[in-house]
């Protein structure tokens, strides 16, 4: 059997990044420490899939219903998941994994599908945070995850146009290496980079950590290939074209709903020959927000522009250990009360227009040193997340984005709305993603674990903050809709959009067999 998930589902690696001493002394001041999280081993229920069924996919391509491949594709990464997968709550777990090679098996997996009345839910690295895997029957008789790690090839490149051709199922590393082979680079880094997957990118309109100076995962993207269950569909065939709207922006971000990526045609960029990543402190929120911003509107932001507020500041430093007092010293001698953390990063961009930019601005400069250590534990979060889950601590994430007039009106709103539901939880917040109109905000909430009801605890928070998110931002920047945003889509795209979708869908998945229960 492929196995896209070679580790629990209920951690994100098979070795918890154990947190050092100064941390944990951190935490239990800062925080509250819970009980240890021992996890308790979940069972597969029975399968559902029929005789017949399983039968005809077995004739397509490989297909499991063991308990072990089955509950490692049964749901995401979110902190819901994690804790279902712990032994709070239970998580759903599909009938089959069934696992193709080609577009080609892709699509006769779907045939079968429609034909016996079993639901169909993509699954690439399953990370995604709100619910976007999970498996849902939706009133068919079982449900499928269809795992496309088989689907791991470069198909092509074209050197002189730019533009190379990969498999849904290439991750993140994957696909660094392949194109590395040929000089270049997607340039595409979201946190989720060492276990996302090409097909995920697009299904949900990813956003990398470079994205000021590579663009969103959707500005790189030059056509689609996807199955559905009536017919394979192919969006995109140029540069750019006025041929009616661009069906290609309709397919990214539809989270499986519309028909199974199988293969991306992207923009490719040169490796970089001499990147560059440094640390800067800017004395308070509105101080770090004017800087980023101007680098934005002046058209001169660093490929990598990333803010954090004074608290994510804190908890860096506190992470940091003996070496956050002297820069904590050093930034007073320097007349910094209330420090935020910039780290800006070049790899296309230039540096000398960013720099000339940022001369207007009061900054405290840390040096190469401290861009080398964010670059070093740019991924950590999730591994440093499975300590803290074991801890005892919740730890999630939220994000969204908003023009730059609400920025710190929206962080405030947020913040209130955690602590009315949470008591006195840590809230961090940092920008990453920077337009000329607006930014994004990214959200890390800590607080001891409800021992009741933790499943409850985050839920109520969840709702909370996103009914203050929905009110000046989009309810998301990058981890899609799922089923934890559904509440809000309508709202944000209004009922005709999505009776659009619901049109889209019911031309391409007649049935509804495709990934039930999400977006729409």
């Known amino acids: 059997m492929c196995n896209t998930v070679a580790v629990t589902r209920a951690r994100w690696t098979s070795e918890t990044t154990p947190l050092p001493p100064h941390a944990l002394a951190w935490l239990s001041t800062r925080v509250g420490l819970g009980d240890p999280f021992t996890p308790t081993p979940v069972a597969a229920p029975p399968s559902a899939l029929s005789a017949d069924a399983f039968t005809a996919l077995e004739a397509v391509c490989t297909i499991s219903a063991a308990g072990t491949d089955r509950l490692h594709r049964a749901g995401g990464l979110s902190y819901v998941d994690l804790l279902r997968h712990r032994g709070h709550g239970t998580p759903a777990v599909p009938d089959a994994v069934v696992a193709p090679a080609s577009p080609e098996e892709v699509a006769e997996v779907l045939r079968v599908c429609v034909e016996h009345d079993v639901a169909v839910v993509p699954f690439g690295g399953g990370t995604s945070v709100v619910g976007g895997v999970e498996a849902v029957r939706g009133g068919k008789s079982a449900v499928v995850a269809l795992d496309l790690a088989g689907l791991g090839s470069l198909v092509s490149v074209d050197p002189v146009s730019r533009v190379a051709v990969l498999q849904a199922g290439v991750t993140g590393p994957e696909a660094e290496r392949l194109l590395g082979e040929h000089g270049f680079t997607l340039g595409h880094f979201p946190q989720s980079f060492e276990r996302a997957t090409i097909g995920g990118y697009a299904a949900t309109r990813s956003a990398g950590?470079?994205?000021?100076?590579?663009?969103?995962?959707?500005?790189?993207?030059?056509?689609?290939?996807?199955?559905?269950?009536?017919?394979?569909?192919?969006?995109?065939?140029?540069?750019?074209?006025?041929?009616?709207?661009?069906?290609?922006?309709?397919?990214?971000?539809?989270?499986?709903?519309?028909?199974?990526?199988?293969?991306?045609?992207?923009?490719?960029r040169p490796k970089p020959h001499a990147p560059r990543y440094e640390g800067f402190v800017v004395d308070g929120w509105e101080a770090g927000v004017a800087l980023v911003r101007s680098l934005a509107q002046d058209g001169v932001p660093a490929d990598i522009t990333r803010l954090s507020d004074e608290h994510e500041t804190e908890v860096a430093l506190a992470l940091a250990g003996g070496k956050a007092s002297v820069v904590t010293r050093y930034l007073r001698l320097r007349g910094v009360r209330n420090p935020c953390l910039v780290i800006l990063g070049w790899e296309c961009r230039s540096r000398s227009a960013s720099m000339s930019s940022l001369s207007g601005h009061r900054v405290v400069r840390l040096g190469r040193a401290m861009g080398a250590s964010w670059l070093h534990g740019r991924y950590n979060g999730p591994r440093q997340r499975d300590a803290l889950l074991d801890a005892g601590v919740c730890v999630e994430t939220l994000e969204t984005a908003t023009h730059w007039s609400r920025i710190s009106e929206l962080r405030d709103a947020v913040r209130?709305?955690?602590?009315?539901?949470?008591?006195?939880?840590?809230?961090?917040?940092?920008?990453?993603?920077?337009?000329e109109t607006g930014a994004s905000l990214y959200f890390t909430v800590l607080v001891p674990r409800d021992l009741a009801d933790p499943v409850g605890q985050w839920q109520r928070a969840k709702v909370a903050a996103s009914e203050a998110i929905a009110q000046l931002g989009t309810i998301t920047h990058h981890h899609a809709v799922g089923r934890d945003h559904q509440p809000w889509l309508e709202n944000e795209i209004g009922s005709i959009g999505v009776d659009v979708l619901r049109a889209v869908?019911?031309?391409?998945?007649?049935?509804?067999?495709?990934n039930p229960g999400k977006l729409l």
């Open 209 to 268: 950590q470079a994205s000021s100076g590579y663009g969103r995962f959707e500005d790189m993207v030059e056509s689609v290939r996807l199955a559905t269950p009536v017919g394979e569909w192919v969006v995109g065939t140029a540069p750019a074209s006025a041929a009616g709207p661009d069906l290609k922006q309709l397919v990214l971000g539809s989270e499986g709903q519309f028909g199974v990526i199988t293969e991306v045609s992207v923009r490719v």
């Open 416 to 435: 209130a709305a955690l602590a009315e539901e949470l008591g006195d939880p840590v809230v961090m917040c940092h920008i990453s993603h920077v337009y």
């Open 505 to 514: 869908k019911a031309r391409l998945d007649p049935t509804g067999i495709l």
